[in-house]
């Protein structure tokens, strides 16, 4: 647990929320981040090391188990975060040219069936960047598009609002949200740059701030972005203060409150706004719906239903902010015809978090759907509910056995966020998966284990 003195304020956190990312400075010793260089040029020239960036540096363990960077992550995810297994070492090589921006995250493929990854707006996983050098601004930093963690494409002009993140010190780490737009800049220099990226996710929902919550504050969203100091020459911050009193309210543990019958849009125009090519008017539109609440679900759910596939995939996002509003008729959804419906329906029961968890015997049931990516979102509702939903573990033993992989991947992150990977029975079952043939879901079983070794 963090101590008290390392945890984010209340305003910290707003900016967060507004920006996707913040700064931590750690105080770790020059010659750890001297080796950690080393051992990164070492296991580069022999290939990249992918997940083994850890080890082939054991020296970054220092830079996550510094207080500075427990107190954010912790103010960030809760106590209980961890880290996700999936790391990677990038390497930018002198006089390499700039990438255009992008969100990590990439198609998967299941049963012939390509799906764009879904996008969720609570920030349930952090991505941590650490350079174990100094990174002028000539030497190619990562560049990120600040707010752009709840677009669904890169605004026009995006250069005018990139902030590059230049190290000044070693020990800087840029936290952002897992969906923030970012890209690697032009290295101009002379030198190679090098940069880790890892993972951490939330093993439980929040139910109260997890930071250093001042009982007086008040985060008046309508004035955030003017405190908000300028990221770029320009002063330029996409602005949604709806988008970030819903955020700054569920890693509170609080609802948040419907407008009433005089409410200042409509469902009609917001419907109207769903279907923008502006990923900023459709994100304000969103969550415009969620504020609505009960009023927008009917004409969600129609759409949802309906034909119009470009128009229904913006709909998943609106029906989990409006919350247990659209809990039943989603979990209806469950049992729709469509592979399609069926699985945007556990995905938006998962994504809503405890407020759905009345529909945990429906996602039970659908831990045996035909489809793939039916059963991998069911899965994943389960990784995000957690300890609520420890009654479903015996189904999620039999999900480890599951012919699609990232279902059994899923199941396994369900155990260990219900803290049940020492259990009697499943800890026979890990140690059998040990030498699994799919890579990903062996490598988080080893890390499982030793974690509770």
């Not at 995810?77 to 390497?91: A, I, K, P, T």
């Not at 469950?334 to 407020?355: C, E, F, N, Q, Y």
């Amino acid at each position: 647990m963090a101590e008290q003195s390392h945890l984010l304020n209340d305003e910290a956190i707003l900016h967060f929320i507004a920006r996707g990312y913040c700064v931590v400075k750690t105080n770790v010793a020059p010659h750890i981040h001297a080796q950690i260089l080393t051992d990164a040029k070492k296991a580069m020239a022999e290939g990249n090391p992918g997940n083994d960036i850890l080890h082939a540096a054991p020296g970054l363990r220092e830079i996550f188990d510094d207080e500075a960077m427990v107190g954010a992550l912790s103010s960030l995810l809760g106590d209980s975060y961890v880290m996700h297994c999936h790391r990677h070492c990038h390497r930018n090589t002198a006089g390499t040219e700039g990438r255009n921006f992008h969100q990590d995250g990439s198609t998967r493929r299941f049963a012939g069936w390509s799906r764009p990854w879904r996008r969720h707006h609570r920030p349930r996983t952090v991505m941590a960047i650490c350079y174990p050098h100094q990174t002028p601004i000539e030497m190619g930093p990562t560049g990120v598009i600040p707010g752009t963690q709840y677009y669904s494409a890169k605004p026009k002009n995006e250069f005018d609002y990139e902030f590059p993140f230049a190290v000044v010190d070693p020990g800087d780490v840029l936290l952002v949200h897992f969906d923030l737009f970012h890209r690697v800049s032009s290295n101009t220099s002379n030198r190679d740059r090098y940069m880790m990226k890892f993972l951490f996710k939330r093993t439980e929902e929040p139910t109260a701030p997890s930071w250093q919550a001042a009982s007086d504050f008040d985060p008046d969203f309508d004035t955030l972005a003017h405190r908000i100091e300028p990221d770029h020459p320009s002063d330029v911050l996409l602005r949604h203060p709806h988008v970030w009193e819903f955020m700054w309210r569920w890693m509170r543990g609080e609802p948040l409150p419907e407008w009433d019958d005089d409410a200042p849009v409509s469902v009609d125009d917001m419907m109207h706004n769903l279907n923008s090519n502006d990923p900023g008017v459709v994100i304000d539109a969103t969550y415009a719906l969620g504020r609505l609440g009960n009023r927008a679900v009917p004409t969600l759910m129609d759409v949802l239903l309906g034909p119009d596939e470009a128009l229904r995939e913006q709909v998943p996002a609106a029906l989990s902010a409006t919350g247990r509003y659209a809990v039943d008729p989603v979990v209806r959804a469950l049992t729709h015809s469509d592979d399609w419906v069926r699985a945007t329906a556990a995905d938006t029961l998962g994504d809503i978090g405890l407020p759905a968890l009345n529909a945990l015997p429906a996602i039970r049931s659908a831990l045996s759907d035909r489809d793939d990516w039916v059963r991998h979102n069911a899965t994943r509702a389960l990784t995000i509910w957690s300890k609520a939903a420890e009654i479903a573990r015996d189904d999620l033993l039999t999900a480890l056995k599951d012919a699609e992989p990232f279902v059994g991947f899923n199941a396994l992150t369900a155990l260990e966020h219900m803290d049940r990977v020492d259990d009697a029975q499943v800890m026979p079952l890990l140690k059998a998966m040990q030498n699994h043939e799919h890579s990903r879901l062996r490598y988080q079983v080893n890390e499982m284990l030793q974690r509770v070794a």
